[in-house]
């Protein structure tokens, strides 16, 4: 919350509850605005209606409003965790596969991989989530598997699933991501059989979670790599090389966007979630199903943009 001359609020004046209610009633207006994803029909019959915002902190607590509590359709902020993943198990695998730079184009374009010789621009647009999952797949024998079980363990709720019917509608209407695909294997950056890991990308991204429990997942990022049991997933070099993709690459081409208005690493997906990190406070997930035309949901924008002008957290 802003005082009368705009100023920041420090937040450990005020009760978190109230922050994220008046947060709601703000961004009210907006929920519903734009439309929900329909590119894969599964999704095209989540109603628009739905808000729902989580904050969980690093000491442990939890808070939320709305539908912080319901589950949705993780999508591309799953592949955050799958680059975590890759990263704890080998950084060095990366390299020369998938690069750092902000694409500038739509989260499914083919237009730069032509160009780039089958090098995606960065982990975060589709061609780089499949070659990060690829990779995965390479590591664990199960890429999806392996996803699924880290995001039980973090956000401690082991009936967490994938949305069976959400992964056959991606891979049934798949063929611009198994073009991306194809065509990386082409340039040698697709090691394991197309389709494999193509299904193994529709998998993690069909993962249904909460805001609540997405928050809960991230908050290694929010302690420089440290997992919610107090084991190391990355090291703290990792956890913010993670943190700073976030910010340049996680809002695709509104990425510039998101950094000017929420100043914070986040990542969106076209389930209309938006993860957002705090380094050294909290992580924060908030939903609502309708998006604007790069992806990024319209009232979670908006609701990410009162978080960081009310509580002043952001990393600049
Ligand atoms: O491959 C796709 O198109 C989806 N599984 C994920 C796209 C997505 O979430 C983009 N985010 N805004």
Partial sequence: ??????????????????????????????????????????????????????????DGHLYGVGDFRERFSLQSISKVFTLALVMAGDAGALRGRVGVEPSGNAFNSLIQLEYERGIPRNPFINAGALVVTDILQSQTGDAAGTVLDFLRTESDDHTITIDGAVAASEAEHGDLNLALAHFMAAYGNIENPVDLTAEHYFRHCSIAMSCAETAMAALFLARHG??????????????????????????YD??????????????????????????????????????????????GVEALDRFSAATGWSVF
């Fill in 1 to 58: 919350m802003a005082n009368e001359e705009g100023a920041a609020v420090s937040v450990d004046d005020i009760a978190y509850d109230a922050l994220l209610e008046w947060i709601a009633d703000e961004v009210a207006p907006y929920v519903g605005d734009g439309r929900v994803a329909d590119y894969i029909p599964a999704l095209a019959q989540v109603p628009p209606d739905r808000f729902g915002m989580a904050l969980a902190t690093v």
């Fill in 226 to 251: 440290v997992r919610t049991g107090g084991t190391r997933l990355l090291p703290v070099l990792g956890a913010k090389r993670v943190n700073a993709l976030m910010m340049t690459c996680g809002a």
């Fill in 254 to 299: 509104a990425a510039g966007d998101f950094a000017f208005r929420v100043g914070l690493p986040g990542k969106s997906g076209v389930g209309g979630g938006i993860l957002a990190v705090v380094p050294g406070r909290a992580a924060l997930c908030v939903w609502s199903p309708a998006l604007d035309p790069h992806g990024n949901s319209v009232a």
